[in-house]
């Protein structure tokens, strides 16, 4: 069993976390986030360029939230989907109840879930998967106030920051993380797109 003990600074688990989760999925680059649509949200902050996005009416409320407070013009699509689902016009892939051995598609940016039911079930958190280094440097700093969250220095030494949020996985999260990949402990992933209600029939003021 790991134990944060274990470490001399804590937010080093966090880096080890990463690097499992990127040994597992088969992902060169890996950010944890706080949740899954914060994953969501630091990717099109990132990489979306005004486009219009498609994705699937039953999903989870969040994703819809999301669009509308980015500004994002969406269109909800009559689709059934297993596992994941891309987001079109962008390479970002929900993939919140996808959670497999070597799950990573190159190219692509999957964001996934560690929260209640999930297939790797912290309770909370979510991670984005890529290949592109500077996509990664770039969420890295974002998910942590725009702060490299590695440097283990006090904000108040740096002077100029990118715009960031306060949506790190806390190494408390990232230590139950790492016993259950340890020990292969996962929930089963589901055949269809869960029990989620069709999102075209709500209305959001």
């Known amino acids: 069993m790991i134990s944060l003990e274990s470490y001399q600074n804590p937010f080093l688990v966090i880096k080890d976390f990463e690097l499992a989760l990127q040994k597992f999925t088969g992902a060169p680059y890996c950010v944890t986030t706080d949740c899954c649509t914060h994953a969501l949200e630091i990717a099109l902050r990132l990489t979306h360029r005004g486009q219009k996005v498609k994705f ?31 987001i079109q016009g962008t390479d970002i892939w929900d993939s919140a109840r996808h959670f497999q051995k070597g799950m990573y598609q190159p190219g692509s940016i999957q964001c996934v879930s560690f929260g209640l039911s999930k297939p790797l079930e912290i309770g909370k958190g979510g991670c984005i998967l890529t290949d592109d280094p500077i996509l990664y440097k770039e969420a890295s700093r974002m998910r942590y106030d725009g702060r490299d969250i590695f440097a283990f220095s006090s904000w108040a030494d740096q002077k100029k920051f990118k715009q960031g949020f306060h949506y790190y996985l806390r190494p408390e999260e990232c230590v139950t993380g790492l016993n259950l990949l340890q020990k292969q402990q996962f929930n ?8 989620y209600p069709d999102c075209r029939e709500i209305e959001i003021e």
């Open 56 to 86: 699937p009416a039953r999903t989870y409320l969040s994703v819809v939230m999301l669009m509308h407070k980015l500004g994002i013009e969406y269109e909800l699509e009559d689709t059934n989907w297993r596992e994941s689902y891309q």
């Open 188 to 195: 089963p992933q589901l055949e269809k797109h869960y029990n």
